[in-house]
């Protein structure tokens, strides 16, 4: 069965960290590139970082570039986002997604599985 599914989300107080895991069963993700995506209450889904599997770049949303890492590890099939300063904007349902494109993009359009999602709340 193919699938991804996410985990590592929870309560964290504003400025702390929470590390999330893509998982991936019944295909190879070292072949596909990679997007991390959010949707906050009513608004669009939006990409945060991607993960080129050509050439193993990585893109940032400004809003969190410096604080955010996007990382894979082959041997275990999974994707990470170790997000770190968080603030309460950041509040949202995360999701990993793969497509089979050389790279990645922000565009919710064109990735071939998501994963269900895991909420991550940033609040005192």
């Known amino acids: 069965q193919v699938q991804l599914v996410e985990s590592g989300g929870g309560l964290v107080q504003p400025g702390g960290s929470l590390g999330l895991s893509c998982a991936a069963s019944?295909?190879?993700?070292?072949?596909?590139?990679i997007g991390w995506f959010r949707q906050a209450p009513g608004k669009e889904r939006e990409g945060v970082s991607c993960?080129?599997?050509?050439?193993?770049?990585?893109a940032y949303k400004g809003s969190v570039k410096g604080r955010f890492t996007i990382s894979r590890d082959n041997a275990k099939n999974t994707v990470y986002l170790q997000m770190n300063s968080l603030k309460p904007e950041d509040t949202a349902v995360y999701y990993c997604?793969?497509?089979?494109?050389?790279?990645?993009?922000?565009?919710?359009?064109?990735?071939?599985?998501w994963g269900q999602g895991t909420q991550v709340t940033v609040s005192s």
């Open positions: 997604a793969a497509d089979r494109r050389e790279y990645c993009s922000y565009s919710t359009q064109g990735y071939d599985y």
């Open positions: 019944g295909f190879t993700l070292n072949y596909y590139s």
């Open positions: 993960l080129s599997h050509s050439d193993g770049t990585t």
